[in-house]
């Protein structure tokens, strides 16, 4: 099972782009790359998914290198209401649901 | 459509009550899931299920049990309350299992147990 490390906590302020790293050395060849945005007081949001190169949707891009052994959330010119916790996974299709994993997340602030 | 929905929103209880959570999804998804989420942490997962009538473990299950009598349902139940199990529960579903899969999340219950 892929174990991920994100930075626990950043900050940035109104208008930046913003890149969260999730680390994942021991990634599968069949895993992929899930972000969640979690508020507060509300529940995680899918945001977006990979397996390689760079997917974009209108929320943010995920840029993952060749070797697959990290990813990159980037958040571009980001607003008050991007401040919340951002969960990487790593994972298979269709792998059974008790090796689902959150990990702590990175917290993110944004500040005007 | 509403998701998923969870009842109830808040709930106290004193040590040794029990109460049911329950969740509700109208996407008609296979799989349903009950996580919880202490204070400054990832979600963990409690209990799942790949169907009706069907419900296994996840990581943290002591004290709880859980049932899926209905496709659309997901109940989630305390026997005897503790003041460990003082947490905020997230219920979601999925119309295909695993880590890849987008789940949808409810809105949480808060609970403390006194």
């Known amino acids: 099972l892929a174990k991920t490390t994100q930075p626990i906590s950043m900050d940035s302020y109104e208008g930046q782009e913003v890149n969260i790293t999730c680390s994942h050395n021991n990634i599968a060849t069949n895993d992929y790359i899930t972000w969640y945005q979690q508020f507060p007081s509300q529940g995680p949001r899918f945001i977006i998914q990979g397996y390689k190169t760079k997917v974009t949707n209108e929320v943010a891009s995920l840029f993952i290198p060749a070797d697959r052994k990290s990813s990159t959330l980037s958040l571009p010119r980001v607003s008050l209401s991007d401040t919340a916790v951002y969960y990487c996974?790593?994972?298979?299709?269709?792998?059974?649901?008790?090796?689902?994993?959150f990990g702590s997340g990175t917290r993110l602030s944004i500040r005007p | 459509n509403a998701g998923v929905t969870q009842t109830p929103k808040f709930r106290v209880l004193k040590t040794g009550q029990s109460m049911t959570l329950l969740c509700a999804q109208d996407m008609n998804h296979e799989y349903m899931y009950w996580y919880r989420q202490d204070p400054g942490m990832g979600l963990r997962l409690i209990h799942y299920s790949v169907g009706e009538g069907t419900t296994a473990k996840g990581e943290v299950p002591d004290g709880y049990n859980v049932s899926r009598l209905k496709k659309q349902n997901f109940l989630l139940g305390l026997e005897s309350a503790a003041p460990s199990q003082t947490s905020v529960y997230f219920c979601a579903s999925s119309s295909i299992q695993g880590m890849a899969n987008e789940q949808f999340f409810g809105p949480g219950t808060r609970l403390t147990v006194l």
């Open positions: 996974l790593v994972g298979a299709l269709y792998s059974s649901a008790s090796k689902i994993i």
